[in-house]
C-alpha cells in the first residue's frame, strides 16, 4: 500500500493485517514507555486544512509512539493564508525530505490530488463530505473488540469471513454531508456485515440507491435487529438551508434518545465518530451507556492509526521509495 486515501484502496487482507497490527500496538497505550523504533528517522506532516481534535491528536501520538519525527501544519499560521496555493505548499514541504503527508482538507478529492503531486505517502485523515478511511478503520477495530467481548471465539472466523458476517450495522443521520459513513460503507462491505442507513429524505446523498445498503426513514423499525448503532454528527457547519425544522423534531425521529437505547437489540454497540452534539443526534444517557463505544474508538484511533503508519512506513520497501 503506497497510501490511504479511501477506504475502497483496501482489500480483505490488507483490512485484517492493519486491524491485527492495532491489536500489537493497542498494547503499547498501557505501557509506561509509550515508545516503539518502527518508524525512527521518519518525518510525518500533518497538514490540516480543517479543525480536528481526535484524529489530528491521534496520529500526532502514533507517529511519536513509533519514534518518527512528527511536525503539525495548519493553514491559519501558514503560509496558506497569504494566498499560496495547495500544490505549491505540498511541493514545498515535500521538498524538505518528508516521508509521509497525513491531511484533512475541505474539499472532496484533495488528499488524491495531493497524493498525485508529491513523492511522499499520503494519508487521507478526512477530505470534504467524500471519505475518511482511518475512522471506518477505528470504527470496525471497536466493532470487532465489541463482538469478540459479546461472543468470545474459541476458532477464528472460517477462511475469507470475518467477525462481521451475520451483523447488521445501522448508520443514522446526516448521511449527506458525511464522508465517515461512506467510508464506512466501503470498509464494511469487505468485511461482510450488512449495513442499514437511516435518515430524512433531505439528508440522504444523491445515488445512494447505488451503494449496495438497504436505506430507510424508520429508525425505530431498524433498532431491534442492529448490532452496532453508529450515529453521525449533525454537520450544521455545512448546511446553508434548512434540512429539518427544527433540531427538537430532528431528535423525535432520529435521535438516539434515552427510549430508542432501551429498543436496541441486547448486547448492540453503540457509536459515534465525534464531536458529538449531546441532546441532537445522541442523548447523554446513550452517549455514556455501557454498550456506548465512544471512548472505545477515541482509544482504538490511536492505535488503528500506528498500524496505519506502520503499513505505510515501516517495512525497507517503504524506505526504499
Ligand atoms: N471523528 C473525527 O474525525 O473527529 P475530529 O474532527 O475531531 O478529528
Redesign the pocket.
Known amino acids: 500500500m503506497r497510501h490511504l486515501l479511501s477506504a475502497a484502496d483496501l482489500d480483505l487482507a490488507e483490512v485484517t493485517s492493519i486491524l491485527d497490527v492495532a491489536e500489537d500496538m493497542h498494547q503499547v497505550q498501557s505501557r509506561p514507555v509509550k515508545k516503539l523504533p518502527a518508524l525512527r528517522g521518519r518525518t510525518i506532516v500533518n497538514i490540516f486544512f480543517e ?6 491528536t491521534s496520529f500526532e501520538i502514533a507517529g511519536k509512539w513509533l519514534s518518527a519525527d512528527t511536525v503539525n501544519v495548519s493553514a491559519k499560521g501558514s503560509s496558506v493564508s497569504k494566498g499560496e496555493s495547495l500544490r505549491d505548499t505540498m511541493l514545498t514541504l515535500d521538498a524538505m525530505g518528508v516521508d509521509c503527508f497525513v491531511i ?1 482538507h475541505s474539499s472532496s478529492g484533495a488528499a488524491a490530488q495531493v497524493a498525485s503531486w508529491v513523492k511522499a505517502r499520503v494519508v487521507n ?2 477530505d470534504g463530505q467524500h471519505e ?1 478511511p482511518t ?1 471506518a478503520l477505528l470504527d470496525a477495530y471497536s466493532m470487532r473488540q465489541h463482538f469478540r467481548a459479546q461472543a468470545p471465539v474459541t476458532a477464528g472466523p472460517e477462511q475469507g469471513s470475518t467477525e462481521f458476517a451475520g451483523k447488521r450495522i445501522a448508520i443514522v443521520g446526516d448521511l449527506l454531508h458525511s464522508r ?1 459513513v461512506r467510508s464506512n460503507v466501503l470498509l464494511q462491505r469487505t468485511l461482510g456485515s450488512e449495513v442499514v442507513l437511516v435518515a430524512p429524505p433531505t439528508l440522504l446523498p444523491t445515488g445512494i440507491e447505488t451503494w449496495g445498503c438497504e436505506v430507510t426513514g424508520d429508525l425505530d423499525a431498524v433498532l431491534p435487529s442492529c448490532d452496532i448503532v453508529m450515529m453521525l454528527r449533525v454537520q450544521r457547519e455545512r448546511m446553508a438551508g434548512g434540512y429539518f425544522p427544527t433540531a427538537r423534531e430532528y431528535t423525535e425521529r432520529f435521535g438516539l434518545t434515552e427510549e430508542r437505547l432501551a429498543a436496541m437489540k441486547p448486547g448492540a454497540g453503540i457509536c459515534h ?3 458529538m452534539n449531546r441532546g441532537v443526534e445522541i442523548s447523554s444517557a446513550a452517549a455514556d451507556a455501557a454498550n456506548s463505544l465512544v471512548l472505545d474508538q477515541v482509544a482504538a484511533g490511536v492505535a488503528v492509526r500506528m498500524s496505519v503508519l506502520y503499513h505505510l512506513l515501516g517495512s525497507d520497501e517503504g524506505a526504499d521509495q
Open positions: 479543525d480536528s481534535t481526535r484524529t489530528r484533512r485523515a478526512g475518511h475512522q465517515v465518530p465525534g464531536p
